[in-house]
């Protein structure tokens, strides 16, 4: 943020991030929608905060997650870990605009499930509970490999679930005062001013 944020208030949001995560992922679990919400959070303190942060916020969920619903989705906190390490990365290297945010979306959307489909296979047998069973089982009906008839679905899955969180974020930051930007968000914003003044 521009404005200092102190280490004890660093905690406090991740606290608030792993709990808005632990919330959503229950709620599209409960509804059995073909997408997640649960890294909203993640995301966020990724951008805010940085990697570690994001990685920590991230593992976090998926263990308390597990304790409190299902103790089999456990090996699932490696996406989460990495979804926290890509977006913070990411975003320590270049600016937080819209279209980096969406293209980080699209990452993800490839990312998470080649990292989640194998232990989607080997814990639930490629299938998730949700309406995207469906498209499963019909691609290994036609023949397709397992992990092929697993994948493609959650691409489509991710792709709503993290382009959607990406984009919703930017908008959400962009409607933030300045003093609770990222640095790099605001940094733009200040290079377009300082060009407008010029001209």
Known sequence: MNKEISQTNKLMLCGLAIALNIVLGIITSTLKLPLYLDTIGTVFIAIYFGPLYGATVGGATNF??????NIAGMPFMLVSIVIGLVVGFIFKKVKFNFINALLVGLLLSVVAPLIGTPIGIAVYGGLTGTVSDIAVLWLKQSGASIFTASFIPKVFNNILDKVGTCLLL???????????????????????????KEA
């Not at 308390?64 to 619903?69: D, G, R, W």
């Open 170 to 196: 930017y908008f959400v930051i962009l409607a933030l005062p300045y003093d609770f930007k990222p640095k790099n968000f605001a940094k733009t914003l200040l290079n377009k001013s300082n060009i407008e």
């Open 64 to 69: 308390l997650t597990s304790i409190i619903s």
